[in-house]
Each structure stands twice: as C-alpha cells, then as structure tokens.
C-alpha cells in the first residue's frame, strides 16, 4: 500500500468508531497460509486489484500486473475463511468484510482486522451483476447458462458472484473451481488457478524451483498434487481421480527425478510423468511390494528405495526389477522415513534406527546412549555432517565424523508421525499442539514453541520443511509460511 493510501487509511480509520480486536505480537508477513481457495463466497474490486472471500481465507489479483499476490491469511484479528461478504474503495485504500455475526476493516500497516460498528460509506464503480447468458470458457467444461459448467469430466460447479468493474471485466467467483475472469464483449473467460487441491499437506517435497504438495483426501472435490512456485506465486496441479491410471488416494510420500514423480499411497506406488502427467502403476505387493502401502521414498541415481508398512525394497528403474532389503529383519515392520546419505541409506522405523549400505547389503542398527531412540523411529533428516533421528521421546543429532550422538528430549505422543525439519541454527520438531523450535547455543538450548497465537493455520502438524529464511509447515488445514529467521525466535 503506498504512502498516500496509509496516510488516508488512518484517517478513515480515526472517523469510525471501533473496537480493536486482542492481538498478539506478531510481525506483518510473519505467518501466511494457503489453503483450498476453490470456493468463493464473495468478490469485490478496486481499480487495481480483485479480492475473494473464499471458504480458506481471502484472496487478492493485481489486474494491472496479471499476477496473485500473497493471501490475507496470516493477518491478526477474525478468522478470514468465515468472510460473507466483501467491500473495497475504488482505489483499494480500504478494504472491508462482514461475516454473519460482525464487520471487520483491514489495517495494511499492521497486518491485522480490527472490528467496527459500521460499515462507511464507499466510492466505487463496481456492480454486482448476474451471470451472462453466454460465456465461452477457455478450459475444459462446457457453459450450460445461468453460472453452471459442465467439465469434460462430467464435474459440475456454478458461480457464486460476479463483479464487473469500470472498463467492462468480469470477476467471477465459483464453488468448486475458484476464481476466474471474464470478458463482456467476447465472453470468453479463463479460470485464475490459486491454492492448494487439498487442505491437508503431508508431503512437503522441494524439487528445483518448486514444492510439491500431497496429503489426504478428506472430501475434497478436486485431489492430487499441487505445485507451487514460492517466489512467483504460483501454483498448477496434476488431478487424480480423472481417470483410472491415477484414482483419487491419500499421499503420505513423493520423490522427483528429472522426468518423473514418484507417489507413494494407500494402494502402491505411481509413477506421473512431469511432462504430459501420464500415469503409471501401481507397484504393489501384487508386483513384489512387501505391502501395498507405501510409507517413504528415497531416491539415489537409477534407484529408488520404496518403504511400505511390512518392509524395505528397492526399485531399480533402469530394469524396473524390484529387490527386498533384509526381508527377515524389517518383515511386517512400518518404514517411517528414509534418508540417504552418500553412499548409505538412514531407516526410520518400526523397529528402530538403522543405516544400510547397499555395497555390501550390510545394515546397523543405531541406538543413542540417551535411549531416547529406544523403540520407534519415525522420521530421520540430514543435513551438513549429522543425521538426526526423531522418535516420541524427541531428537538425537548424530554427528557422521565423530560418532557422537546428543539429545533433545521433547516428548509428545504424536501417532506414526514426528515431522522434523534442520538446518545448521534450529530444529524444528512437530509437538502435540503446533511446533517446537529448538534452538541449541553454546551455554544453553532454548525452546519455543508455536502454535495458532503465532499465526500457524493449525496445531495438528503433518509435515516440515526449512528453505532459507522461512519454515514451511504442512497441516490438517493447508501449509503455513513461518519465518523463523527472526531475532525473536532465534537471537
């Protein structure tokens, strides 16, 4: 927001009469999800940019730069995805919303909601119209009139609002399949694809210039994997369910090589080719698998090392020929994780830590003198010269040129699942409710713990990921931008 808009906005803001919400301390920009945005409540827009209230939150388009900018997800103050309505000024100084019990009015500044009394009066060219009686949609469905698609997969949705602004374009809102823009005079209309297909993310997975994003399905009308491009904003997808190369089915793993994506659900393991996204699999028990579900994946050269919940095997893709890996010692035992490390691969499992060397088919079994890893292992990271390990009772570093192992208890009682995230300054450590951030010092290891005060979409952590200065935390409830690199956090 310029300078002139803030200026104007606390002036506006100094004439009503409200009643600041509690906040915390939070730093603006310090927390932003995203979540499914397919279902559109309500549109509203300025000269310059066009916002949906979703049932994930509210989101905003530059129209003069074609291109999203970030979601009012993280902001203090009401939660967003109970937004009904929308209003903005005709040169977006202020932005208001209503849910069904109060109004709120967005402070840029600060980045929070503040709760008002009433609604001001505001000027603005935008109308609210009904839908066309012709529209010509640039993807695959077919218009049927009076806002309802058809798409080529005999998937229905319809428009919710509609709002044609100054010079004669339509900003459409859809249930189902997000927002979209429409032009009057040709009635053509294209859909602006934003957001995650599912809430829950399970899988973090960062390959080049993107992370790919899984989880389960828990009713979700449109499922498979998204891709996002962080530093663009951007976001495509590869559906399942479409066809029956690729079904609809929770995904708890994924791998990338150059060419392909390697999926591992419930049913076995497909493979999705990057450039047309043809399907093929599964790999199951049928085929050699020792279960059909597969829990971790870990890729090396022309191997993959594919962990299921009854055993280890590994995928040679060259021959696709398939090998068990110490069938009697890892027999009907969960492989949570997997690593590799050089020329070893790290297991995280039921049955505890264990490094395995491919050459000479030789595993070890690690056990930490703090006993902390004295059952299962549920997740194991590398990074630099260590291998952490983290179990119920909390995290053991081992440091791969001394052998040394040391301790951070943080017990929780999480079920088949601990998601850990390092790097050379924090560990980042899914606890009962939220995420432990331990930072350990010369003198002394601190712990702070965040939860949804700080901005998290949800306390139930599924998975974690550190890139640069930001935590990446995925979630029953979409995938949060945390970042931690802040003297607060980790002075």
Not at 96 to 124: C, H, K, M, V
Not at 185 to 202: A, C, F, K, R, T
Not at 261 to 275: E, F
Request: net charge negative.
């Amino acid at each position: 927001m310029k300078r002139a808009a803030l200026t104007l906005l606390f002036v506006l803001a100094g004439m009503i009469v409200s009643t600041p919400e509690a906040v915390g301390q939070r730093t603006p920009g310090q927390a932003v999800t995203w979540r499914n945005f397919d279902y559109v409540r309500a549109v509203t827009s300025s000269n310059s940019h066009v916002y949906y209230a979703t049932s994930g939150g509210i989101i905003r388009y530059d129209k003069l730069r074609r291109q999203w900018e970030l979601p009012l997800t993280g902001a203090d103050g009401t939660p967003t995805e109970d937004v009904q309505q929308l209003w903005v000024d005709q040169f977006g100084q202020t932005l208001f919303l209503g849910t069904e019990l109060a109004l709120y009015e967005y402070d840029a500044f600060f980045d929070r909601w503040t709760s008002i009394t009433e609604l001001p009066q505001l000027d603005n060219q935008i109308s609210h119209v009904p839908a066309p009686d012709i529209l010509t949609p640039q993807f695959d469905a077919i218009y049927r009139g009076q806002g309802e698609f058809v798409d080529f997969f005999s998937r229905r949705f319809e428009t919710t609002d509609i709002v044609q602004d100054a010079v004669g374009d339509l900003w459409i809102g859809t249930w189902g399949f997000g927002p979209a823009r429409g032009e009057v005079l040709s009635g053509l209309m294209e859909l602006l694809p934003y957001g995650l297909l599912q809430n829950q993310v399970d899988v973090i997975l960062p390959d080049d210039t993107v992370l790919w994003l899984a989880g389960e399905i828990r009713g979700d009308f449109r499922t498979g994997l998204t891709s996002f491009d962080p530093s663009g904003n951007r976001f495509s997808y590869i559906e399942s369910g479409l066809t029956g190369d690729f079904p609809a089915n929770d995904v708890y793993c994924l791998q990338a090589d150059s060419a392909w994506i390697y999926v591992g659900t419930p049913r076995g393991l497909y493979r999705l080719n990057k450039s047309d996204h043809i399907a093929r699999g599964p790999l199951n028990s049928r085929r050699g698998l020792p279960d059909d579900f597969v829990t971790s994946l870990a890729l090396t050269g022309e191997s993959l090392y594919v962990g299921t919940a009854g055993g280890l095997s590994l995928l040679r893709l060259r021959s696709d020929s398939l090998v068990r890996i110490w069938p009697e010692t890892f027999r009907r035992q969960i492989i949570y994780d997997l690593e590799v490390v050089d020329n070893t691969v790290w297991i995280a499992s039921s049955a505890g830590a264990f490094r395995y060397t491919p050459e000479n088919d030789r595993l070890q079994q690690f056990q930490d003198s703090d006993l902390v890893l004295f059952h299962e292992v549920l997740n194991v990271e590398h990074y630099g010269s260590a291998v952490w390990l983290a179990a119920d009772e909390g995290v053991v570093r081992l440091d791969l040129n001394t052998g040394k192992s040391e301790a951070f208890r943080e017990p929780s009682s999480l079920r088949d699942r601990r998601a850990l995230a390092v790097n050379d300054r924090l560990i980042a450590l899914a606890v009962n409710n939220g995420v432990a951030l331990i930072i350990p010092g010369r003198k002394k290891t601190r712990t702070v713990k965040l939860t949804t005060n700080d901005g998290l979409s949800s306390d139930d952590i599924r998975t974690l990921y550190l890139g640069g200065d930001y935590l990446w935390i995925g979630s029953d409830r979409g995938l949060t931008r945390f970042l931690w690199n802040d003297p607060r956090w980790v002075d």
